[in-house]
């Protein structure tokens, strides 16, 4: 990936006329693209990891893997959220880790975690770098030193159980990796976040994250069956060899979700499925967002399985959104566009689809024919390219997701809405604010914003503002701080209202237990 913006430069986009014209009528952005910095321009705070601890560290996983030039550093410097990314644009000194380490095996993690505990030397375990809430940033804390603790090197296919679709996959492996392994041997894991060319199977685990698939094959951790993660005190194998228990609590739940901050994982065993015969798509026009949410939820508690169930709301419908490659060229529909896909064998895809097709229609529906839904899953990972064309134009885009109940859906969004478009306009832009469902349970759904709107002075702090005002708008009204992009830095101030005193006095005595030292991750999930 880039070390300043979403990716793979090759992929990167540039903003159409229409976009351009939008910008500079609707938000009063001129649309003049900004200059980067190389990254030879870039100054570092310079390494304050002392030779010893370097030599000591080299002599663990080898001197080839221990990396302290300023490219290693500055690539490994944070994630990819808006705040990061500007932050990147700026001139002077840049935080970054003082060393990136590569390790390959548990032993060498473990005798990593000791050395840094013994010497007070933060870690940062570093995946994909795919973060957009600040789960990266090269904190010291109260530390000495922080390192970058890289798991690429854990990238293999350990072990494939077809019998009982289990599959053990290295932390390092990545989205396309993974597939690419399983479907070798003929099957898919099906997870899709938007991340999902970067982002790495340990990524998944430690921020629970939720695929675009998630409606057909759920949560990343509901996939899990086990995981190993080593912590300075020793190693957790959380999950036992039977696909239920009533062991005790389940200690699977304690790792997904820690952010780094309890232990390092290593592997991850989980459920896999055979690669689907046949996927099947159509897209749906709704009057409006109320009429399409009610289709969904009457979809999902009947049990009608699609594999994809995504709605746009009208604001993000009118612009294309959801069809990447057609922002601002031509009109699909009016009022809301639904998407949905069906995979498994030709029967089934096809049972659930007629089963959805008449829920649908019996709620106002009214069919587009699959290519819009075929649209959507051609560009699905591109929306992140175009976040950075519309930063170096001088506008300020972002996203931010949360989830509730159905009863509650419509008002948690107008209050997340009304909140982002204050503190916005409050800025001195109006803002153009969007969203979409793209996760539903039974007794809920997650609603995902966009958000695009002109910089006004400090960005970095114009956003910070109108995000503080979305987080205290989703917690007064019944949301969750986070869905699946996870706590991070930039949501831990909103986490003591979420889980309570209590729970929050839970997380620090499990951290004091496998992390006396608190060195893992400083300044993240835990208040």
Not at 292 to 317: F, H, I, N, W
């Amino acid at each position: 990936m880039k070390w300043d913006a979403w990716g793979d430069p090759s992929a990167a986009k540039s903003l159409s006329e229409g976009i351009r014209s939008l910008l500079e009528q609707a938000l009063g952005v001129a649309g003049t693209d900004a200059a980067r910095p190389a990254p030879t321009q870039v100054v570092l705070a310079p390494s304050a990891l002392p030779a010893a601890d370097r030599d000591a560290l080299a002599q663990i996983v080898g001197a080839e893997h221990v990396g302290d030039s300023d490219g290693d550093r500055l690539a490994r410097a944070g994630g990819k959220s808006t705040p990061d990314l500007l932050r990147r644009t700026r001139a002077g000194r840049q935080d970054a880790p003082d060393a990136v380490l590569a390790p390959a095996t548990d032993d060498e993690v473990s005798r990593i975690l000791a050395h840094c505990s013994e010497r007070s030397i933060a870690v940062v375990p570093f995946g994909g770098g795919t973060s957009v809430v600040g789960g990266l940033d090269p904190a010291r804390g109260k530390h000495a030193a922080v390192v970058s603790l890289d798991l690429r090197r854990f990238d293999r296919l350990e072990e494939l159980d077809e019998v009982s679709g289990e599959a053990v996959l290295g932390a390092g492996v990545t989205g396309p990796e993974a597939e690419r392994l399983l479907g070798e041997r003929g099957f898919s894991l099906g997870h899709f976040p938007q991340s999902f060319q970067f982002a790495t199977i340990g990524g998944f685990a430690v921020t629970r994250s939720s695929g675009q698939a998630s409606a057909g094959y759920g949560r990343f951790d509901d996939m899990i069956s086990g995981l190993t993660m080593v912590t300075p005190v020793g190693v957790l194998e959380a999950g036992g060899p039977a696909p239920a228990s009533a062991a005790g609590p389940d200690l699977r739940q304690l790792a997904a979700g820690s952010e780094g901050t309890l232990g390092v994982v290593t592997r991850v065993r989980l459920r896999v499925h055979r690669v689907p015969e046949a996927v099947r798509y159509e897209a749906w026009a709704f009057e409006d967002f109320v009429a399409g949410a009610e289709a969904m939820r009457a979809v999902e508690q009947q049990g009608a399985g699609p594999t994809v169930m995504r709605l746009s709301d009208e604001a993000e419908t009118g612009i294309n959104l959801a069809t990447t490659e057609h922002i601002g060229a031509r009109q699909i529909t009016g009022g809301c566009l639904a998407v949905t896909t069906f995979e498994g064998t030709a029967a089934h895809a096809e049972s659930r689809h007629a089963e959805t097709r008449a829920l649908f229609e019996s709620h106002g529906g009214r069919s587009l024919g699959d290519q819009p839904a075929r649209d959507w899953d051609a560009g699905r990972f591109s929306a992140p390219y175009l976040r950075d064309a519309l930063l170096d134009a001088g506008a300020l885009c972002e996203t931010l997701e949360t989830a509730t109940t159905w009863s509650n859906l419509h008002a948690l969004k107008g209050a997340v809405t009304a909140a982002l478009t204050g503190a916005l306009q409050e800025s001195g832009t109006p803002a153009l604010v969007m969203c979409h469902i793209s996760h539903v349970y039974p007794t809920g759904a997650s609603l995902y914003f966009t958000v695009v709107a002109g910089q006004r002075g400090d960005a970095a702090a114009q956003w910070d503002a109108a995000k503080r005002a979305a987080g205290d708008a989703i917690v007064e009204h019944g949301g969750t701080i986070t869905h699946h992009h996870a706590v991070g830095a930039d949501h831990r101030d909103w986490m003591t209202r979420e889980i309570g005193g209590l729970g929050v006095e839970v997380l620090r005595a499990v951290k004091r237990t496998l992390d006396p030292a608190g060195v893992l991750n400083p300044g993240k999930l835990i208040p």
